[in-house]
C-alpha cells in the first residue's frame, strides 16, 4: 500500500508559513508524503490568518474549498483562536489553536502511526526558507490582534536554530528568513543571548547562503545588528513597519515612535550602510485619520524613498484596544488613500530601482517564468524582482546580474558573460 499524503494550505504571515513546515516535518515523520499537485490528499491543514478581517475571509474560503475536496480537513492556526466557530462546517474533522500546533499531527494521526526519528524531508521551496526563532507579541498596539491570538512570549535556542541553519545547507537551500511575530524580542532560553547574536552566529554558519531578518520594529535595530548587515553576514535589507506619518495617529495606535524619530533612525541606518534597501507597511484609515494626518503619511513615504511598501486598510478587529474608536473612515476613501499610496510607492520603489541601472548585482535565482520562456526571475537583495535569460540549474543559485532597465517591481538584466555563483557586489 502506498503511504498516505498530505497538503498543508497556509494564509498570512511569514511565520505562519514556517509553522506549515513544521507541520510538514511532523507528518513526513509519521510516514506521510506531500500530495502530488492536483490530487486530494488525506490529510489537508489549512493554516489561517486573523489579521484582518479580510484574511478571515480568505481563510474561511480556504477551507471551504478544502472541505469540499474529500480531504480530511484540518483547520489552525490565528483564525482558530479569533473565532473557532467560522470554520467548523461541514466536512472539516477538527480545528486546533496555534497553541495546540506542536501536538497537532500527533493528535490528528493517534498512537497508530509513531514518529520516525530519522526521516529525510525537504521543503518544497528551498530556494527561500522561513525560519521561525521567536514567537509572541506583548506589544499591544491598538488596532493589532495578533498580541491575544499569539500572546506566549516563545523563542527557539540559537543551538537549535544552527542545526536547523546546518540541515538547510545541506538540502541547498538559498536564502533563509529569520522571522518572528515580534523579532526584536527575541532571546535565547539557553543563554539569553538577542537577535544580534542570534543573527551573527547563522551569518556565520550559513556558509554561502543568503541570511536576511523579517520584519523588525525600528527600535529593534541596534548597531550590533547594522554591523552585521554592513559586513554582509546579513542581506541588506530591513523591512520596518512604520502604520502612518502622523503624530497623533501613531500615539493612538499604540507606536512608541514619532514620524521624526523615525526619520532620523533611518537616517542613521541610511548613513551606516549607504545601500541599504528599506521597505515598510503603511495603514490608511486608522479611527480619525483625517486629510490632514493622511497627507502627512503620504509625504513621510514620499521622503523616505522605501524601496516597497505593503499598504493595508485599517481593519476593526473585536478584542482590541481602537475597536471602541469605531471605524470613521469610510470603506471608499479608505480605497482611495491605499491606491495613492500605493501609486507613490510604485514611484519611489522605481527610483530605487533606476538607481540600479549600469551596476553588477548579485541575484537570487528563483524559478523559470511561464509567461516569457527561456527567462528566469529572481530577487536582489534589496528583494527587487529581477527577470533575466538563464538556464533552470541556475535555480536556488546566486549570479551576478549587469541591471540593463528597471521598473516599479524591479529590474531586468544580463547574467551572460559573468560565472554564477558568486554574492559580491562588484558594481
Ligand atoms: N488592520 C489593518 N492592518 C493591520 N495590520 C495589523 N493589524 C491590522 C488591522 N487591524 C497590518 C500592519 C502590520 C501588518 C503585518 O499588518 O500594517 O504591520
Redesign the pocket.
Known amino acids: 500500500m502506498s503511504e498516505p499524503t498530505y497538503r498543508v494550505t497556509t494564509l498570512g504571515?511569514r511565520v505562519n508559513r514556517a509553522d506549515s513546515l513544521s507541520l510538514e516535518r511532523d507528518l513526513a515523520g509519521r510516514g506521510y508524503a506531500r500530495a502530488v499537485p492536483g490530487t486530494v490528499p488525506d490529510i489537508w491543514i489549512v493554516n489561517t490568518c486573523a489579521?484582518?478581517a479580510e484574511g478571515m475571509r480568505k481563510s474561511r474560503k480556504a477551507v471551504r474549498r478544502c472541505a469540499g475536496s474529500g480531504a480530511r480537513v484540518i483547520v489552525t492556526g490565528c483564525g482558530v483562536d479569533m473565532d473557532s466557530s467560522q470554520f467548523t462546517c461541514q466536512g472539516v474533522a477538527s480545528v486546533h489553536p496555534n497553541a495546540a500546533k506542536e501536538r497537532l499531527v500527533e493528535a490528528v494521526c493517534g498512537a497508530g502511526r509513531a514518529a520516525t526519528l530519522d526521516v529525510r524531508w525537504t521543503p518544497e521551496d528551498l530556494v527561500r526558507v522561513p525560519v521561525k526563532v521567536q514567537d509572541g507579541c506583548g506589544r499591544y498596539c491598538s488596532?493589532?490582534?495578533?498580541p491575544y491570538l499569539r500572546p506566549k512570549p516563545w523563542s527557539k535556542s540559537i543551538r537549535e536554530v544552527l542545526l536547523e541553519v546546518d540541515d538547510l545547507r545541506e538540502l541547498g537551500a538559498g536564502e533563509i528568513i529569520l522571522c518572528g511575530i515580534d523579532l526584536g524580542s527575541y532571546s535565547d532560553p539557553e543563554t539569553s543571548a538577542g537577535l544580534s547574536a542570534l543573527a551573527g552566529e547563522v551569518g556565520e554558519r550559513a556558509g554561502g547562503i543568503w541570511v536576511r531578518l523579517s520584519?523588525i520594529e525600528l527600535s529593534d535595530v541596534d548597531d550590533e545588528l547594522i554591523g552585521l548587515i554592513e559586513e554582509r553576514a546579513l542581506r541588506r535589507h530591513l523591512h520596518l513597519?512604520l502604520?502612518s506619518g502622523d503624530a497623533e495617529v501613531l500615539a493612538r495606535m499604540g507606536r512608541k515612535y514619532t514620524p521624526a524619530e523615525y526619520i532620523e533612525r533611518v537616517s542613521s541606518i541610511r548613513a551606516a550602510v549607504p545601500e541599504i534597501a528599506i521597505t515598510s507597511?503603511?495603514?490608511v484609515g486608522f479611527p480619525g485619520e483625517d486629510r490632514v494626518a493622511f497627507s502627512g503619511t503620504r509625504n513621510l513615504v514620499e521622503q523616505l524613498e522605501f524601496s516597497r511598501l505593503?499598504v493595508?486598510?485599517?481593519?476593526?478587529?473585536p478584542g482590541?484596544e481602537a475597536y471602541d474608536l469605531g471605524d470613521t473612515v469610510s470603506a471608499a476613501e479608505k480605497d482611495y488613500r491605499a491606491s495613492e499610496l500605493r501609486a507613490l510607492a510604485a514611484s519611489t520603489a522605481s527610483r530605487f530601482h533606476a538607481g540600479l541601472v549600469g551596476r553588477i548585482i548579485p541575484v537570487l535565482v528563483e524559478g523559470a517564468m511561464d509567461s516569457e520562456p527561456g527567462m528566469l526571475f529572481g530577487r536582489a537583495e534589496s528583494f527587487a524582482g529581477a527577470v533575466f535569460r538563464g538556464t533552470p540549474d541556475l535555480i536556488g543559485r546566486v549570479v551576478e546580474l549587469r541591471v540593463l532597465a528597471s521598473g516599479p517591481e524591479g529590474v531586468r538584466g544580463d547574467i551572460s558573460g559573468r560565472q554564477a555563483g558568486g554574492d559580491e557586489c562588484v558594481g
Open positions: 504571515c489579521v484582518t488596532y493589532c490582534v495578533v520584519s513597519p502604520q507597511d503603511i495603514m505593503h493595508f486598510k485599517y481593519s476593526r478587529r482590541t
